[in-house]
T-cell receptor, first 111, second 115 residues
Framework: GQQVMQIPQYQHVQEGEDFTTYCNSS?????IQWYKQRPGGHPVFLIQ?????EVKKQKRLTFQFGEAKKNSSLHITATQTTDVGTYFC???????????FGTGTKLQVIP | DSGVTQTPKHLITATGQRVTLRCSPR?????VYWYQQSLDQGLQFLIQ???????AKGNILERFSAQQFPDLHSELNLSSLELGDSALYFC??????????????FGPGTRLLVL
């Protein structure tokens, strides 16, 4: 079945440093979504990418969808303590396939 | 507030028991998804219902079952509970059947502790 892996599993950064998490799927995706889960909270939708090579920005966050639509990345510039949480990618292979969530990257920002 | 409600927020029970978790989707959403999240783990997809019908099945144990009612709320039944079933159970909803790009809106979760 479809597998979606994320690396790294954990990341500690100093406040102000950049952070990147990578998402890799075993199959070609029709679209990919990113979610953020704050400690003790529930996953919250951040963004959705559909086109091959698509790049979207949300303030300090930059999201990329790979040309082959099998990988994606989330880059945070100049991290802040409010960025703390676990970031999940979620891929959909189209048709009526279930969305598969990635393994998640837990980000800790040290003030 | 995502608009998805889940009850109860917390549940403590004993091994061998049976519990029911309830989820009400956002107004207008037809799909309901159930996920299990163990401590410091990712989201394990259990099952999806769309407009009352089972749409997709994930890693759901035979001891677990779910249904979606005509008013679109859903219930997840967990029976013969084991210690390892202790986890956070999330419900999410979306507008359509999930075959295309769709946002899932998550509820606050039910934290289950099996003693």
């Amino acid at each position: 079945g479809q597998q979606v892996m994320q690396i790294p599993q954990y990341q500690h950064v100093q406040e102000g440093e950049d952070f990147t998490t990578y998402c890799n799927s075993s199959t070609t995706l029709s679209n990919i979504q990113w979610y953020k889960q704050r400690p003790g909270g529930h996953p919250v939708f951040l963004i959705q990418l559909v086109k091959s090579g698509e790049v979207k920005k949300q303030k300090r966050l930059t999201f990329q969808f790979g040309e082959a639509k099998k990988n994606s990345s989330l880059h945070i510039t100049a991290t802040q303590t409010t960025d703390v949480g676990t970031y999940f990618c979620a891929g959909n292979s189209g048709g009526y396939q279930k969305v598969t969530f990635g393994t998640g990257t837990k980000l800790q920002v040290i003030p | 507030d995502s608009g998805v409600t889940q009850t109860p927020k917390h549940l403590i029970t004993a091994t061998g028991q049976r519990v029911t978790l309830r989820c009400s989707p956002r107004s207008g959403d037809l799909s309901v998804y159930w996920y299990q999240q163990s401590l410091d783990q990712g989201l394990q997809f259990l099952i999806q219902y769309y407009n009352g019908e089972e749409r997709a099945k994930g890693n759901i144990l035979e001891r677990f079952s779910a249904q979606q009612f005509p008013d679109l709320h859903s219930e997840l039944n967990l029976s013969s509970l084991e210690l390892g079933d202790s986890a956070l159970y999330f419900c999410a909803s979306s507008v359509g059947a999930g075959g295309g790009p769709e946002t899932q809106y998550f509820g606050p979760g039910t934290r289950l502790l099996v003693l």
